[in-house]
């Protein structure tokens, strides 16, 4: 089977603040979205790559390609869509245009997550063996509320039964476009995350552990967590070439 990475790269960062949206800001004199290009492109098991981008940003994004897509997998942009769902519905009409949905899979993942490890890519495609969809998730360590008006705690949800979702998350493509063609045209705009579309299209889908250190960068604690770490992993790769 023929597995297309969506890399979601659409996202204006307005959280973090400035004008240029954090996967295209630069950690290490490369961009943040070259991090997780570069792992996708390396790995045996993805075979092509679509990227969700705003026409502004293009150009920026094709230098990128250029230097990070080591083996040429990138098939082409898609159009950001009004929301993340929509935008991902606009990534997967687009890779059918050379995928089959029968076959075929596609694993979604976010341009603002750098960390992403080849372990990670592999554990989540091994996975979807016999199943629909595969979501990485971490545990939750804090207790967690449910509060109603945002103000008053309403109840305790049991943390045990409780996962964050992380990504990348891999569907069987077909399946999966279909899940979010019956979610038009009013639906998909209340979807937060991709896995939701998939579990209210009825499929089966399979939760795996995640990654600590695959997070998104949204803060701009994030973004320093980030640079810390290239930091200093430019200072153990000194020492070693010493």
């Given at each position: 089977a023929m597995n297309t990475a969506l890399i979601l790269s659409g996202g204006v960062g307005s959280r973090l603040g400035g004008d240029m949206p954090k996967q295209y800001i630069e950690v290490g004199g490369r961009m943040i979205l070259s991090y997780c290009l570069e792992k996708l492109s390396q790995h045996p098991k993805v075979d092509a790559i679509q990227i969700v981008a705003q026409e502004t940003w293009r150009g920026l994004v094709q230098s990128c390609l250029n230097n990070y897509d080591i083996n040429k997998k990138?098939?082409?942009?898609?159009?950001?869509?009004?929301?993340?769902?929509?935008?991902?519905?606009?990534?997967?009409r687009d890779i059918l245009t050379y995928a089959s949905g029968t076959d075929?899979?596609?694993?979604?993942?976010?341009?603002?997550?750098?960390?992403?490890?080849?372990?990670?890519?592999?554990?989540?495609?091994?996975?979807?063996?016999?199943?629909?969809?595969v979501l990485p998730v971490l545990p939750m360590k804090d207790t967690v509320y449910v509060s109603s008006d945002g103000r008053r705690v309403s109840s305790l949800l049991n943390r045990g039964e409780i996962f964050a979702g992380q990504a990348p998350e891999v569907f069987v493509l077909g399946k999966y476009y279909e899940a979010n063609e019956r979610l038009l045209p009013h639906r998909i705009f209340q979807i937060n995350g991709s896995t939701e579309a998939a579990v209210l299209g009825g499929m089966d889908i399979v939760m795996i552990p995640g990654d600590e250190g695959n997070y998104k960068i949204t803060t701009r604690a994030d973004l320093e967590r980030f640079r810390e770490f290239i930091s200093q992993k430019e200072d153990t790769m000194g020492e070693i070439s010493k």
């Amino acid at each position: 089977a023929m597995n297309t990475a969506l890399i979601l790269s659409g996202g204006v960062g307005s959280r973090l603040g400035g004008d240029m949206p954090k996967q295209y800001i630069e950690v290490g004199g490369r961009m943040i979205l070259s991090y997780c290009l570069e792992k996708l492109s390396q790995h045996p098991k993805v075979d092509a790559i679509q990227i969700v981008a705003q026409e502004t940003w293009r150009g920026l994004v094709q230098s990128c390609l250029n230097n990070y897509d080591i083996n040429k997998k990138f098939r082409g942009f898609s159009t950001p869509g009004e929301n993340r769902q929509l935008s991902i519905y606009n990534g997967l009409r687009d890779i059918l245009t050379y995928a089959s949905g029968t076959d075929d899979t596609v694993l979604i993942h976010d341009g603002a997550r750098p960390c992403l490890s080849e372990t990670l890519i592999t554990a989540c495609i091994e996975a979807l063996n016999g199943h629909d969809g595969v979501l990485p998730v971490l545990p939750m360590k804090d207790t967690v509320y449910v509060s109603s008006d945002g103000r008053r705690v309403s109840s305790l949800l049991n943390r045990g039964e409780i996962f964050a979702g992380q990504a990348p998350e891999v569907f069987v493509l077909g399946k999966y476009y279909e899940a979010n063609e019956r979610l038009l045209p009013h639906r998909i705009f209340q979807i937060n995350g991709s896995t939701e579309a998939a579990v209210l299209g009825g499929m089966d889908i399979v939760m795996i552990p995640g990654d600590e250190g695959n997070y998104k960068i949204t803060t701009r604690a994030d973004l320093e967590r980030f640079r810390e770490f290239i930091s200093q992993k430019e200072d153990t790769m000194g020492e070693i070439s010493k």
